[in-house]
Nanobody
Framework: VQLQASGGGLVQAGGSLKLSCAVS????????MAWYRQAPGKQRDFVASITRGGRTTYADSVKGRFTISRDVAKNTLYLQMDSLTTEDTAVYYCNTLTLRYQWGQGTQVTVPS
């Protein structure tokens, strides 16, 4: 299975971005999915997850600002990011909640100070 994140970019503080993660196989009915991010010089952290049943969970730092969703027919996971801050600058990745697959290409999100 390949995981390819896209949609990142440079956005001013307070702005929005919507990330996408294209998954090469239909796994949403098998695995809970999640977004992760890695800021410069820091470890990769959990951002948000969505279970097979559609229940969502968020890291405290993004709760109320980010929304995870998926399109099962398109094998695509999304992350709507609003009210972005400089602390959201990172490379964003998707994977299963149990990190079942090799990390794919992430997408860079930069919110300049």
């Amino acid at each position: 299975v390949q995981l390819q994140a896209s949609g990142g970019g440079l956005v001013q503080a307070g702005g929005s971005l919507k990330l996408s993660c294209a998954v090469s196989r239909s796994i949403f009915s098998i695995y809970d999915m999640a977004w992760y991010r890695q800021a410069p010089g820091k470890q990769r952290d959990f951002v948000a997850s969505i279970t097979r049943g559609g229940r969502t969970t968020y890291a405290d730092s993004v709760k109320g600002r980010f929304t995870i969703s998926r399109d099962v027919a398109k094998n695509t996971l999304y992350l709507q990011m609003d009210s972005l801050t400089t602390e959201d600058t990172a490379v964003y990745y998707c994977n299963t909640l149990t990190l079942r697959y090799q990390w794919g290409q992430g997408t860079q999100v930069t919110v300049p100070s």
